[in-house]
């Protein structure tokens, strides 16, 4: 049974920071690449970060360059999503989706998500 279980989302004051974990299992974590997606409230999904089956290559929405980082532990089979000076716009569930294409098929999962909320 394939599953993604985020966690670490709360209420949190701008400029704080967060830390959220997507734990990975009933599939082989380290042939996927992994993406963090968020959607406020009104808004279309949108991705955040996305990193590939080894850490040497990531990639970022403009909107959290140089806030946000991705990275994750194959050995743990889970994708971290660090989140610094956050602001009141990064409101939103995280989703943690996880994406592979092997002969022409792709296969994709979705974490329940998490819910991020920056207020003062």
């Known amino acids: 049974q394939v599953q993604l279980v985020e966690s670490g989302g709360r209420l949190v004051q701008p400029g704080g920071s967060l830390r959220l974990s997507c734990a990975a299992s009933?599939?082989?974590?380290?042939?996927?690449?992994m993406r963090w997606y968020r959607q406020a409230p009104g808004k279309e999904r949108e991705l955040v970060a996305a990193?590939?089956?080894?850490?040497?290559?990531?990639n970022y929405a403009d909107s959290v360059k140089g806030r946000f980082t991705i990275s994750r532990d194959n050995a743990k089979n889970t994708v971290f999503l660090q989140m610094n000076s956050l602001k009141p716009e990064d409101t939103a569930v995280y989703y943690c989706?996880?994406?592979?294409?092997?002969?022409?098929?792709?296969?994709?999962?979705w974490g329940q998500g998490t819910q991020v909320t920056v207020s003062s």
């Open positions: 990193i590939l089956r080894t850490n040497s290559s990531t």
């Open positions: 989706n996880a994406r592979r294409i092997a002969r022409l098929n792709e296969y994709v999962f």
């Open positions: 009933g599939f082989t974590f380290s042939n996927y690449a």
